[in-house]
């Protein structure tokens, strides 16, 4: 294969040049229809909640205020246009934004090796389990968990990275079981804090809320972007896990490809262990001619995946940003420094404290829910765009047992769980977390970049991003490169 200045610029890194097909006839859904063609953004919102918005922002706004909300509006409209972005690629190709950046030079095996790398540093801590596990411990012992119990903890927080994996060897296709499962943690979980907010919390924190979306603090009258020694580290990481967060949302375009939306479609998904068939997961993608009739098709995709990304994403993560932000601000005194084995249970024991045993269960109980479903996405995103990444750049891999991708998917989950279960011994998980979420900071500096070289030089003229969407990726990593400067000259 030529890999020189005469191959297709799609295969001078050392990968097989696309293919040629039809771009398929987008779906036309009406009512609740729309239900049923939406899905990757469910996917990424879900992962969301349980971590920017559950986790970090609680802490952050209980220590710095609310008027802080604005770094999370911008970062979830900067996250929505990276999607959307992500998703052109996909639609354009079928293949999974790591294969476009494994198109671009040096080569494919280094890129391969850096977003792997880099993905394991941002979610090959298992956090979300071990924080979930201390609103569990909440649940039973009626208490937040202490240094003495960090044993119990542990244990609880293993049984909880492995209920994650139980659930991902079963179904058909693991996107489809993940998007329903996304779809009753949204909609039961943003309903919960929703009734909750709208019973407990008063009006001037809603007005100081909407107020802190552009910046304003309602107690000093004035803007108040920064606070005055406000801890970068944890606002660094706040920014990068308001929405979803580096490689997380970099996954959205392998789950729109086994959702099928545009190119996906020819190139097939990746099936489950127990109730999934053998699929022929196509290594590379394919493009189609951007005729009259394409193109009619090509605006047809993008209706769906702006009701994907718009719809669904960028409104879900305004509101699990800002209704779990109200009530946490509510019940704790402003100042207090969320850490420790207790932090998702946190705001459970205050409210028990102050209205009663029973809406302190189920606070509880959603911060477990929450948190749970976080981690079965973070540990399915990962063990998916590895696979995706070694499926596409070795033939010998893709040759082995058959050349059934089942095999691979997972038998890179069973590492990542080992590591998982020994990883949870190495600190807080809150303090796993927050460096995660630098490191994400830190993957969408250089991915928007990434991805803006990709579809403006990759994919054909009539399908590449307008002007501004192209400034908008570039403001996108300047956003993320100051927070992370701040983030580390704060350490």
């Keep these: 294969m030529k890999t020189g200045s005469s191959a297709p610029p799609e295969a001078r890194s050392g990968l097989d040049p696309w293919g040629r097909a039809e771009l398929p006839d987008p779906p036309t859904p009406k009512g609740f229809g729309w239900l049923g063609v939406v899905g990757p953004g469910i996917i990424v919102l879900g992962a969301s909640i349980g971590s920017g918005e559950f986790l970090l922002g609680p802490a952050a706004f209980v220590r710095h205020g609310l008027s802080i909300l604005w770094v999370t509006l911008a970062a979830i409209i900067l996250q929505t246009i990276f999607n959307l972005e992500l998703m052109r690629y996909t639609l354009a190709t079928g293949e999974p934004i790591f294969t476009g950046f494994m198109r671009t030079r040096p080569s494919s095996t280094l890129w391969a090796w850096v977003y792997a790398i880099l993905y394991f540093l941002q979610v090959g801590w298992p956090a979300w389990a071990g924080t979930a596990a201390g609103a569990i411990f909440f649940l039973f012992e009626k208490r937040i968990a202490t240094a003495a119990d960090v044993n119990v903890v542990y244990g609880i927080g293993i049984a909880t990275f492995l209920g994650c994996v139980?659930?991902?060897?079963?179904?058909?296709?693991?996107?489809?079981?993940?998007?329903?499962?996304?779809?009753?943690?949204?909609?039961?979980?943003?309903?919960?804090?929703?009734?909750?907010?709208?019973?407990?919390?008063?009006?001037?924190?809603?007005i100081s809320a909407l107020s802190g979306l552009a910046g304003f603090s309602t107690e000093r009258g004035s803007f108040y972007f920064l606070p005055e020694g406000a801890d970068f580290f944890l606002l660094g990481a706040l920014v990068a896990y308001s929405g979803a967060g580096g490689a997380t949302n970099l996954t959205l375009s392998n789950w729109a490809r086994d959702k099928g939306y545009g190119m996906g479609e020819r190139t097939g998904y990746i099936p489950a262990a127990i109730g999934g068939q053998k699929v022929n997961l196509a290594h590379t993608g394919f493009t189609f001619n951007p005729d009259k009739r394409s193109m009619e098709r090509w605006r047809g995709w993008w209706r769906i995946v702006r009701a994907d990304q718009v719809g669904i994403f960028f409104c879900g993560a305004v509101l699990g940003m800002t209704l779990p932000a109200l009530l946490y601000v509510t019940f704790l005194p402003h100042g207090a420094e969320l850490q420790g084995l207790g932090i998702a249970a946190a705001l459970a024991n205050s409210i028990g404290e102050k209205i009663g045993p029973f809406v302190a269960g189920v606070v509880a109980f959603l911060g477990a829910w929450v948190l749970f479903k976080t981690q079965l996405d973070n540990l399915e995103a990962m063990t998916r765009s590895i696979t995706d990444i070694l499926w596409t750049g070795s033939h010998r891999i893709r040759a082995w047992r058959g050349g059934d991708v089942r095999r691979l998917y997972y038998g890179v989950l069973a590492a990542i769980v080992v590591w998982g279960i020994i990883a949870l011994r190495l600190a807080q998980p809150f303090f796993l977390l927050q460096i995660g979420a630098n490191v994400a900071g830190f993957i969408f500096a250089v991915s928007s970049i990434h991805l803006l070289y990709v579809n403006t030089r990759l994919l054909p003229r009539e399908l590449r991003p307008p002007l501004w969407r192209r400034a908008a990726l570039v403001a996108m990593s300047l956003f993320y490169t100051t927070f992370l400067v701040l983030s580390i000259s704060s350490v």
């Design 166 to 206: 139980a659930i991902l060897l079963v179904g058909r296709r693991i996107e489809r079981t993940l998007e329903v499962l996304n779809w009753i943690l949204v909609l039961v979980g943003l309903g919960s804090f929703l009734g909750l907010a709208l019973m407990f919390v008063p009006l001037p924190t809603w």
